[in-house]
């Protein structure tokens, strides 16, 4: 699942069957990925947020063959059908064909909203992505789940459609504000819960040490390895990949509740502990496991409350993509590395979990 090649990791090639790049700066293994496959014509989409768009246009300087780049303002708030329209009559305006590889550069919102447009562009582009943050790194990028929100809720409408390769490029991580380097740790602690053993020991450890100091390569590449081997086994979301959701539940409803003002990785850190406490009051998770969980999202300095309105929070739940028949089910851990879908809960029950994760004015988050 994991090799190392000269400058590079490449995760998950033969389990995915596309290549996921690990390295820092990505052009040159961009440039042979290309050499290596047929595409004549590239095209770059990417956020046009400055540290996003000087790295595509770097990209765009280097690559083989030339491309042309498109950029356009994303945003959590912006992964809608409208912007989606504008990146389609972009893709026409710059003449792009059925064969012409697109190539979108940035974060989570860049992946599923790029994808997405890859997977409809004449009914379907070849697309890989460049993922700049590491929300995108562990988890968007990976798995080919494309998308955009709409007004009912978070990604209801999308594709299943996998990339030709992600490249992860590391540099970039050190362009993030460190603020969202910080919440791009929440999906990882999610691939930890999930994993159990050396991953989750290993962030209790690294959690005291700054940033600069952390192994970023092997973190990435351990969460990438987790999140490959369930989409292995489940690509359309039937049944296992529906784990990858822990803390998901809470978080899209978070998000759409409060307008998408909230970052996706906040809102999963919180996601994760409403899942926690949501597993403890049912009884399927021990206090102990709850706290050990709770002790490193804090050492993380992650969030752990959202100014939440608790009745829209309940009312955006029940449009996530797990409700049947009405019912809401969740993702929960059973203990540290053992996690369990398809749980339903109470709405009282969920609703007072909301009301503990639930920030109240003149509180400390
Ligand atoms: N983000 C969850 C998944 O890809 O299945």
Redesign the pocket.
């Known amino acids: 699942m994991v090799a190392q090649e000269k400058d590079r990791t490449v995760v998950a090639d033969e389990a995915l069957g596309y290549p996921i790049i690990v390295a820092p700066g990505v052009v040159g293994c961009m440039n042979e990925f290309l050499l290596s496959r047929s595409y004549r014509d590239v095209v770059v989409l990417c956020d046009a947020n400055p540290a996003v768009r000087t790295i595509a246009q770097r990209l765009v300087r280097r690559l083989r063959p030339q491309a042309r780049l498109l950029a356009f303002a994303l945003g959590e708030r912006r992964k809608r059908l409208s912007t989606l329209e504008v990146v389609l009559d972009g893709l026409t305006t710059v003449g792009a064909e059925r064969t012409t590889l697109l190539i979108g550069v940035g974060g989570g919102v860049a992946s599923d909203l790029f994808g997405f447009a890859a997977a409809t562009y004449m009914r379907g582009t070849a697309y890989a992505h460049v993922a700049t943050s590491l929300v995108a790194m562990v ?2 990028a ?2 080919g ?1 494309t998308g955009v929100d709409l007004a009912g809720g978070k990604n209801l409408a999308g594709a299943f459609r996998d990339p030709v390769a992600v490249f992860c490029d590391l540099d970039a991580l050190q362009t993030l504000p460190y603020r969202h380097l910080r919440e791009g740790l929440a999906e990882i602690v999610k691939a930890a819960i999930i994993e159990g053993g050396d991953l989750f020991e290993g962030l209790e450890t690294l959690a005291a040490h700054p940033f600069y100091r952390w192994p970023w390569e092997s973190i990435v590449v351990d969460a990438i390895r987790i ?1 490959a081997a369930i ?1 292995r086994d489940d690509r359309l ?1 039937a049944g296992d ?1 529906e784990l ?2 822990l803390g ?1 539940t809470f978080a899209h409803a978070f998000e759409r509740a409060g307008g998408y003002r909230m970052s996706h990785g906040a809102a999963v850190a919180v996601g994760l502990r409403a899942a926690g406490m949501l597993a403890l009051r049912l009884g399927r998770f021990s206090e102990e496991e709850h706290l050990r969980v709770l002790a490193l999202l804090a050492l993380l300095r992650l969030p752990m409350h959202a100014a939440l309105d608790v009745d829209a929070t309940l009312a955006a739940m029940g449009a996530d993509k797990k409700v049947r028949k009405g019912r809401l089910r969740f993702v929960l851990p059973r203990a540290i590395g053992d996690v369990e879908h398809g749980i339903v809960a109470r709405r009282a029950t969920v609703r007072n979990v909301l009301e503990r994760v639930r920030l109240r004015p003149g509180a400390a988050g």
């Open positions: 988890d968007a990976i798995g789940k999140k989409v979301e990949r990858l959701n998901h």
